[in-house]
Nanobody, 126 residues
Framework: QVQLVESGGGAVLAGGSLRLSCAAS????????MGWFRRAPGKEREGVAV???????FYIGSVKGRFSVSRDSAKNTVYLDMNNLQPEDTAVYSC????????????????????WGQGTQVTVSS
């Protein structure tokens, strides 16, 4: 059973940066799609960025150019580097695992993600 643990959240001022980490255990890390999702207060959960089993990546428009997703297979960890953070980025960020997804050209359906982390809070103030 795959277990995911996020870390790296915190509070920053607008324009600041954070690096989120998602450590995976219980599964051979590659190939597997790893996604980052966020849920802001009063809003639906949205996919933010994904890295496919083939290391393809996809970002939603609002974070493209500011966020970067990567993985370190030796550490079984995926990262989300977030730069130029804005108050609208405030949310609980969670990582998720989808073993069946190789190439990504968009955010895969939520139903394909088999395991989720507990989430880490990111708060951006102006």
């Amino acid at each position: 059973q795959v277990q995911l643990v996020e870390s790296g959240g915190g509070a920053v001022l607008a324009g600041g940066s954070l690096r989120l980490s998602c450590a995976a255990s219980g599964y051979m890390f590659r190939p597997a799609c790893m996604g980052w999702f966020r849920r802001a207060p009063g809003k639906e959960r949205e996919g933010v960025a994904v890295i496919g089993g083939d290391d393809s990546t996809f970002y939603i428009g609002s974070v493209k150019g500011r966020f970067s997703v990567s993985r370190d297979s030796a550490k079984n960890t995926v990262y989300l580097d977030m730069n130029n953070l804005q108050p609208e980025d405030t949310a609980v960020y969670s990582c998720a695992f989808a073993s069946s997804v190789l190439n990504v050209r968009n955010i895969p359906p939520v139903g394909l993600f088999e395991a989720w982390g507990q989430g880490t809070q990111v708060t951006v103030s102006s």
